[in-house]
Structure formats: structure tokens, C-alpha cells
């Protein structure tokens, strides 16, 4: 390596010891694209992350082994035995962190020197022998700032994956400066576990309906591609280039506003306009684009480090005369049921699609699409205490598709690239087929109230954890919402407390508040039955934005949450301040956080709930005893009654009295399904640090003990002010003279009035 570098010395030699596991679908395919190449570099995932604090080398060794030692796929090699390619897990497997000091130049020089070197380690293969697919260059530029570049193969790595090691990278440094052991969550499934299930899952028959799917969408299946400027050469070199455009913030924003009118992703209306700009150079009526999507819809498997990525197919059709909003729609309805039968592995639709595999091109896709919204999470930061890292654009490592188109979302604004193979494709060309994706975003139209994207059966385009949701709330919903809004203390100079409310009532809170606080009760939970496929929270939060800013178009905001509408205000307060809105204060009341009890053991998950139901039982008796709520309601409360429709028996035959409190309860029914909508979607949700101001509310009703955290979880996420104050009364009637007099004189002191 030229330039000053410095190495830290070794660790102890590497034990001998090691786990087989088997390889999962795409990493043998990994492995044998790489074997047919070994000097290719097309497979490495170069980072980039630009660090501050007070760093140096010595603890940036011992946090990154401290990862190699907490996560097995990082101290993995691959091992072709007779049964077929195995993971290598070692038991130890020492990192050497490289140091070139960039101290003492002048930025050009030192800029120069950083992409000299991340250009070299993104292009530098790595040996199928090795023990570790992972290196590490650390280029300090003063004591407090440094990037720190990291270099994977695909072996081990994704874009998620990467996310995670960021959080605990920072968090490990901030533990390490303070001097205390790193509160890490316990790594309960590993790479190699994941693997052995998705061997049996893939043999257990679970996927013979998904199976049938990819066959019947890829029958006839031709390979889609644009045309080059040379023929395609007998062997690829994977010699790419990248380049890239910045789109203005009005056109970024006239993009996410057509997506939620015609009830589709953003992804989709990037995908659809760049299907009809390659159409419209490659001629035909099919256009077929591969994109990945992430396989990790199963919460256990959130924190498992490693390739956890399918790659699917999106084969559109598109007539002559066909409006982009039409193929819009059809990329939307594409996309749920990729997403619906995402299991079936890359591998195996090659081998539905006849094709054979080839030296000379890109495995049944040529061109690829992804959208990216961040590498790291909201706002491409992570923060802990006095440390913090953003991530940079990676370096190119090798063309591994003839051309990959990606958006990526950056704190600067949403970024259109293409990374196009030279072997085919001069550098003008690229920039012309990146031109004409961009024309085709700017044609696309925000349609009227659109219907949302259905799939073959009818039903709505469902959501995934690396694609978005599948529709926004129409204009005339959220102004349907915007009439249910109810205001009190109107005429009140200061700023507003908005509430997202499911069922509390705010008059004795606003009493409490005075004349000069207005507070606006927004609820968001519907009462009656409607159909509500499956939405990522965050987007559920977008819609809430938007009613926020139909009732205070500019900040400074304060948001409040009840129960589990908290979390929803507090993501509603990240996006708004990723607008560059001020949010004053956020209010989070009886709202636990996202993945405390998630993150619990089994065992203590178990205990908790019965806990909680031996604390609910007698409690919801002695209230119906007292009238205070329906006899009715409390049974419904049983799992058994309910399914034995036992309370209806009880009516019809005179054992019950169906009074006017139970008379509801065909709406209590719809309205606890709804609420437990909202939870469904929230337990895939993990929020991002925050470091503004919050305020937490807990009733008298929450329990308390080692399993029922004083913040309710939210001390591992707000790292600005949090104070927490119990309020008398039980969850449903915190809002209540009593409570409300607490919750109202602690907000007047907080908010200064």
C-alpha cells in the first residue's frame, strides 16, 4: 500500500478450531462466480464511513475485533467438501486494521490519498482460502475525525447487515472512551443457524405454492437487453464505471407525492419509468429487471449479520400506447407478489427460465434496480454520546451486471447512478440512458386518487421491510381524517401540542394546559371495519405527517402519543426534522418502545405476559363488578369465549344482559383488531436514536420490576432530555382529572409556560 502506513500488530495466531455449516443458495453461487474469476473484484462491498470523536487506531481495533468475536460470519471461510460448499466458522480469527495517517496534509492531498486507497481496497480480490472476507483501513486526518474504509465480499455482507455493525461499532467506541462494558443485545441467531434452517425450510414442501408462481411468471422468459456500443466479449472483465445524477428536492418531492396518490412505492415509480426509458431504446414489449430484496421478514431475524438477500425478477409488460401511470400500476402489482414469493431462491428461477450459466454475461438478469433510503438508518448518522458516523459513496469495485441503476437516498437529496460494463457500454452511453430515467421521472404525473395496486386475487399490494409500502392514504382519506379532528383552546398564541390519539379524551388536559395552549386531538385509529393490508410503520407515520401538516403547515412542533401511537410521534418528529422542521418536544404516554419485550429471552417474554394477565384479570373483574365496564367486554377478553362465541350464547339466552355499554361490542371488536393492526406493524419497527427532548407519561397501571423498565424501554433510544413521570390512574383514565392535573403541570413546566 503507498503512502505512510502503519500496521497494528496482530493478534495471536488463529485457533484451529472450527464449525461447518452449509452455504446458503446465493453464497454458493458467490463462491462459484468467484472461483470461475479469482481475480474479479465485481462481488466486494466497499464502505465507506466518515468518523468523530476522540479516535484513534488502538480502540478502533478493539471495537471492530470485538465485532469479528460477537459475530461468526465475519470470522467465516468456505470449505468444498463432498456434501457441497460448507461456511467455515473459526473459533478465533485475528484483524489486522491497516493505518495510513492522513495528518499533516492539506485536504486535496489527504482527499486524494483516501480515494487512492479506498479505490484499491474495493478492487483487490479476496482468496477463496481466506479465513475472513473482511478488511479494514483505517485514514485519520486529525484526533477527532478519520474515515474508516471496510471491504467485504457478498459472501458475508448486505446493506442491512453493514447497518447493524455501524450501530455497534459507534456504540462500542463510546463505551470503550467512557470506560464501561458495551451494552450489546444478545446475538441469539447467527449466519450459520439462519442457514440451517433455510436448508430445511427450502426442502420442507412451504414453498411449492411460491414455487408454481415463478414458473408460471417466467414461462417463455426471454433475457432483456439494452443495447451496447460492442459485442459481448467470450469472457467478462467486470470493468464498470459509475455515474450518477443529484435530482433537484422538487422533483424528489413530486416523486413521493405521485407514489402516494396512485398508491404504490416510490421504488415502483423509479422502476416503472426506468423499464419505459430502456424500452424505448431496446424496442420489444417486455421488460425484465432484477432487484433485491431482503429475505428478513421474520423478526428473529433483524439482528442476524450476514448475505440475508434474494434477488427477484420484475417482468413488465408494456404495449404500445401504454401510459407510464399504467405501468406504474402494473410495476406496484409486480412487486407484492414478488414480495409475497420472495423465498423461492435467485438459483432456482435460472433453472425455471432454462437458462444455462455463462462466462460471457450476468446470470438471467443484465439489468438491475435498486433503491436504496440509507446505508446506516434515518438521516445516514449514527450517533452515541460523543461519537459519530456518517457513511460516503463507495468506490467502484467491478461492474457485476451490464447495467445496474440504484437510487439512493442521501442527506443531500435522493442521488439516480448507473454502474455500467465497459466492455459493452462507452461512458457517453451511460450517461444517456441515466439521462433518459431521469426525462421519464420528470413525466411522471401525480394521478387523482389512483387505487392502490392489487394482485391477482384482489388484494392489496402488501409491505417489506427493504421495498416500502404498497400505498399511501388517498387525498380523500386524509381529508376525511382531517374533518375528525377535534381542537381545543383555539385561539391559544402558543405552539400546538398534536396529539395521535386511538381513543383518549383531552378536555380536562387541555383545561389543565390554559386558554394559551391549543391542543389538537388528531385520532388515527378507525372505529369501523375496514380492510388495512400490511404497511411499514414508518410510511403508516408518513400519512400521519401529512395530517400533522394539513393542520400546522411549519414547525416548531410538539407531538404527543398515546399508547401505541407514541412511537408513531416520535418517527412522525424524524421525518419532520429530516424536512428541517423544529420539533420542540416530544410526548410519549403509557407507549412502550419498539423491541423492549421483543428483545426479552423467551422465558422472560412468557413471564412478563403472565404478569401482566394476572394483573388485568382481577383488575378488568372488579371494574365490571362495578359497572364501570361491560361484563361483556371483559370476557371478550378470553381466547376461548371469543372462539366459542360464548358471550352471544350467554345474551341470546337471557345469562347475560346485552346493556348500552355492550351494545358496542361489535365495534369494541373492530376497534381492538385495528389497534392490534397498528401493533403488528409496529413490531417490525425499530426506531432510530434521537437525540431532541421527550417526555414520558406512565399510568399507575404499568407494572414494575426487572421486566417493566422505568422509561418503558426508551432509554436505549432518546439520547436527548428524557424525564419520566407516573401519573394516578389506569391506562384508560390517565386523561382524567387526577392525571391530567400531573400530565398538565409537568408540561407547563417543561414548555415554560
Known amino acids: 500500500m503507498n503512502g505512510i502506513a502503519l500496521k497494528i500488530a496482530p493478534a495471536p495466531a488463529a485457533e484451529t478450531g472450527y464449525v461447518l455449516f452449509p452455504a446458503t443458495a446465493c453464497q454458493v453461487r458467490f463462491w462459484h462466480e468467484q472461483k470461475a474469476s479469482p481475480q474479479a473484484t465485481a462481488l466486494n462491498i466497499a464502505f465507506r464511513l466518515q468518523l468523530s470523536g476522540p479516535l484513534d487506531a488502538a480502540s478502533l481495533e478493539q471495537v471492530l475485533g470485538e465485532l469479528v468475536a460477537r459475530h461468526e460470519i465475519l470470522r467465516t471461510g468456505f470449505l468444498m467438501t463432498a456434501a ?3 461456511q467455515q466458522v473459526w473459533s478465533d480469527t ?10 499533516g496534509r492539506d485536504a486535496q492531498a489527504a482527499l486524494a490519498e483516501a480515494e487512492r486507497t479506498g479505490g484499491e481496497q474495493a478492487r483487490t480480490p479476496f482468496d477463496l ?12 486526518r486529525s484526533l477527532t475525525q478519520g474515515e474508516l474504509q471496510l471491504t ?17 461499532l459507534v456504540e462500542g467506541l463510546a463505551a470503550l472512551h ?4 458495551v451494552d450489546y443485545a444478545d446475538v441469539e441467531l447467527h449466519h450459520g443457524d439462519y442457514a440451517l434452517w433455510k436448508e430445511e425450510f427450502l426442502a420442507s414442501g412451504a414453498l411449492d405454492r411460491a414455487r408454481a408462481h415463478w414458473r408460471r411468471e417466467l414461462h417463455a422468459f426471454s433475457r432483456f437487453e439494452v443495447p451496447g456500443d460492442r459485442a459481448r466479449p467470450q469472457a467478462r472483465r467486470f470493468q464498470g464505471a459509475i455515474r450518477s445524477v443529484l435530482l433537484p428536492v422538487e422533483l424528489s418531492e413530486h ?3 405521485a407514489a402516494k396518490a396512485q398508491g404504490v412505492t416510490l421504488f415502483s415509480v423509479a422502476a416503472a419509468s426506468l423499464a419505459m426509458a430502456l424500452q424505448s431504446q431496446a424496442g420489444g414489449t417486455r421488460v425484465a429487471i432484477g432487484t433485491q430484496m431482503s429475505v428478513r421478514d421474520q423478526q428473529e431475524l433483524e439482528g442476524v449479520i450476514g448475505p440475508l438477500i ?18 406504474i400500476a402494473q ?3 409486480k412487486l407484492c407478489d414478488a414480495v409475497e414469493h420472495l423465498h423461492v431462491p435467485f438459483e432456482e428461477m435460472v433453472e425455471m427460465a432454462g437458462e444455462t450459466s455463462g462466462a460471457d454475461s450476468p446470470p438471467l438478469c443484465p439489468v438491475n434496480f435498486a433503491l436504496q433510503q440509507s446505508f446506516v438508518g434515518i438521516g445516514d448518522e449514527v450517533r452515541r454520546d460523543a461519537f459519530a458516523a456518517t457513511t460516503s459513496p463507495s468506490f467502484n469495485a467491478g461492474a457485476l451486471y451490464d447495467l445496474n441503476f440504484f437510487m439512493v437516498r442521501r442527506p443531500e437529496g435522493w442521488r439516480i447512478s448507473c454502474e455500467g460494463d465497459l466492455d459493452l457500454y462507452e461512458v457517453e452511453t451511460i450517461d444517456g440512458y441515466l439521462a433518459k430515467w431521469r426525462a421519464m421521472l420528470e413525466a411522471v404525473q401525480i394521478a387523482a386518487q389512483q387505487p392502490a395496486a392489487r394482485d391477482a386475487n384482489g388484494q392489496a399490494a402488501q409491505a417489506h421491510a427493504d421495498v416500502g409500502v404498497s400505498g399511501f392514504m388517498s387525498r380523500a382519506e386524509l381529508e376525511a381524517k382531517a374533518h375528525n379532528i377535534v381542537r381545543f383552546n383555539e385561539q391559544g398564541t402558543q405552539t400546538p401540542i398534536i396529539v395521535l390519539n386511538n381513543i383518549a379524551v383531552f378536555y380536562e388536559l387541555a383545561q389543565q394546559l390554559g386558554a394559551h395552549r391549543p391542543v389538537v386531538d388528531m385520532p388515527m385509529v378507525p372505529k369501523t371495519p375496514q380492510h388495512m393490508p400490511p404497511r411499514a410503520f414508518e410510511d403508516l407515520a408518513a400519512d400521519a405527517v401529512r395530517l400533522i401538516k394539513t393542520i400546522q403547515p411549519t414547525g416548531p412542533y410538539i407531538l404527543m402519543g398515546y399508547c401505541v401511537l407514541g412511537a408513531m410521534a416520535l418517527e412522525a418528529a424524524h421525518q419532520l426534522r429530516r424536512e428541517g422542521e423544529t420539533v420542540e418536544l416530544v410526548i410519549l404516554n403509557d407507549s412502550w418502545c419498539p423491541g423492549y419485550r421483543e428483545r426479552m429471552p423467551w422465558y422472560d417474554r412468557l413471564l412478563r405476559k403472565v404478569q401482566v394477565r394476572m394483573d388485568d384479570i382481577p383488575r378488568d373483574y372488579r371494574l365490571a363488578r362495578r359497572g364501570e365496564m361491560s361484563m361483556i367486554h371483559f370476557l371478550q377478553q378470553f381466547r376461548t369465549v371469543r372462539l366459542l362465541r360464548l358471550t352471544q350464547l350467554a345474551v341470546k339466552f337471557g345469562f347475560l344482559k346485552k346493556d348500552g355499554a355492550s351494545n358496542m361490542i361489535d365495534e369494541n371488536l373492530w376497534y381492538g383488531r385495528n389497534i392490534g393492526y397498528l401493533r403488528e406493524q409496529q413490531a417490525r419497527y425499530r426506531p432510530a436514536p434521537y437525540d431532541g427532548d421527550v417526555q414520558i407519561f406512565r399510568s399507575a397501571q404499568v407494572l414494575k420490576g426487572r421486566l417493566f423498565s422505568h422509561d418503558m424501554g426508551w432509554g436505549e433510544v432518546i439520547t436527548g432530555k428524557l424525564v419520566v413521570t407516573e401519573v394516578p390512574g389506569l391506562h384508560n383514565q390517565m386523561f382524567r382529572t387526577a392525571g391530567s392535573a400531573v400530565i398538565g403541570g409537568q408540561l407547563r413546566e417543561r414548555l415554560g409556560a
Not at 129 to 139: K, M, Y
Not at 159 to 168: K, M
Not at 310 to 327: E, F, H, Q
Request: aromatic share 8%.
Open 84 to 86: 457441497g460448499l460448507r
Open 94 to 103: 485475528p484483524l489486522c486494521l491497516d493505518v495510513i495517517d492522513l495528518a
Open 129 to 140: 482460502s481466506s479465513r475472513s472476507f473482511f478488511r479494514a483501513v483505517w485514514l485519520p
Open 152 to 168: 467485504f465480499h457478498s459472501l458475508v455482507m448486505d446493506g442491512w447487515s453493514f447497518a447493524i455493525l455501524v450501530r455497534e
Open 178 to 181: 467512557a470506560g464501561k462494558a
Open 255 to 257: 416523486l413521493i407525492d
Open 310 to 327: 434474494n434477488t427477484v425478477i420484475l417482468r413488465l409488460d408494456i404495449a404500445p400506447g401504454s401510459t407510464l401511470a399504467s405501468v
Open 331 to 333: 410495476c406496484g402489482a
